[in-house]
């Protein structure tokens, strides 16, 4: 007697269900593991170079080390106590807030009229884009240095200043004149970045809506005030939002110009952190003033954000 098994084939294309290892490496999975791999260098720059540094400064915040002894102790809130009965701290924060409010002021008002005057349709404006724009990818370093053997007593600006019979000042170590200089030579450095950025939110403003305006019988400034500065109010935020960010932490300027004097005039606050910290060795009330200015920007930096709808014409 004879047996016939048949065989069941299945249909070419076709492949049972994934068993061993192929069920648990699906394409989804491999799609996002390739994902993470790019991700993964940025984010342990971020763990080792960010997250941690700041937990590490709260942390030493409520201790006293000194790196010359190798001691650290808790001390709850002794330095932050420290920081307020300091008799420097007054000076620091009139320093800090000068420095902020001026910087801020004249960077943004200077940015905006150059982007206004550089966006009329005129011959060589493109020249003066560049000028104005080049201090911007200038070391900081080389730059601050250059101004700093210009201001000097005898200096280029005070040699200048003596050919037309002006005895000039000595720039950097004048108690009225010292912060003034940081903030010009600041302004110098960075106000092309500014610019640009206004530049660009001034080209991208409707032609339409101006000769509207102009139609109705509103003149130049009507139109700058009602039309141009709303529909450039997102750039306006931004530029705000940076600057002061930035103004407070200048640091190689105040290095190199002033290191904080004459009597704590240009001491701005990230100056005095570097001076308790590495000048004295004492980095828990060093984080503590870290800390406080990291705590000031955050502040800053919120309440301009809450204030957008005030600001931004469609957030209203």
């Known amino acids: 007697m004879t ?3 048949k065989t069941t084939r299945e ?14 490496w699906t394409l989804r999975r491999q799609d996002a593991a390739s994902g993470w791999l790019f991700v993964l260098p940025q984010a342990l720059g971020f763990l080792a170079f960010v997250l941690y540094p700041l937990i590490a400064v709260v942390y030493y915040s409520f201790h006293t080390s000194n790196v010359l002894s190798g001691v650290t102790k808790y001390a709850g809130t002794k330095n932050y106590s ?18 902020c409010i001026g910087l801020v002021v004249i960077n943004i008002a200077l940015a905006m009229l150059l982007a206004v005057l550089l966006n009329q349709r005129l011959r060589g404006t493109t020249v003066f884009r560049t000028l104005f724009f080049s201090p911007v ?11 700093n053997f210009l ?4 200096g280029g600006i005070n040699s200048i200043l003596h050919v037309v019979g002006i005895d000039g000042p000595n720039w950097l170590r004048g108690d009225n004149s010292a912060l003034v200089s940081v903030v010009i030579v600041q302004v110098f450095k960075n106000v092309g970045l500014n610019m640009v950025l206004f530049l660009a939110a001034l080209q991208g403003v409707p032609r339409s809506l101006l000769e509207a305006a102009e139609i109705d019988g509103a003149g130049a400034w009507r139109r700058f005030r009602s039309v141009v500065l709303p529909m450039i ?3 306006t935020l931004l530029t705000t939002i940076v ?4 103004s407070l932490q200048v640091f190689a300027q105040i290095q190199i110009l002033t290191e904080g004097g004459p009597n704590n005039r240009t001491n701005v606050l990230v100056y005095f952190f570097y001076q308790q910290a590495f000048d004295n060795h004492d980095f828990g009330y060093g984080s503590a003033v870290a800390v406080v200015l990291f ?3 955050l502040v800053l930096t919120l309440i301009q954000w809450r204030l957008r709808k005030k600001w931004v014409f469609y957030e209203s």
């Open 233 to 235: 109010s997102p750039t």
């Open 11 to 24: 249909p070419a294309g076709t492949a049972g269900p994934p068993t061993g290892p192929g069920r648990f």
């Open 82 to 99: 420290q920081l307020v009965h300091d008799p420097a701290t007054p000076s620091v924060a009139r320093a800090t807030v000068l420095f």
């Open 151 to 154: 201001l000097q007593n005898n």
């Open 295 to 297: 705590a000031i920007i």
């Open 137 to 147: 990818v200038v070391s900081l370093v080389a730059w601050t240095i250059t101004w």
């Open 243 to 246: 600057t002061i960010s930035g």
């Open 3 to 5: 047996t016939t098994h």
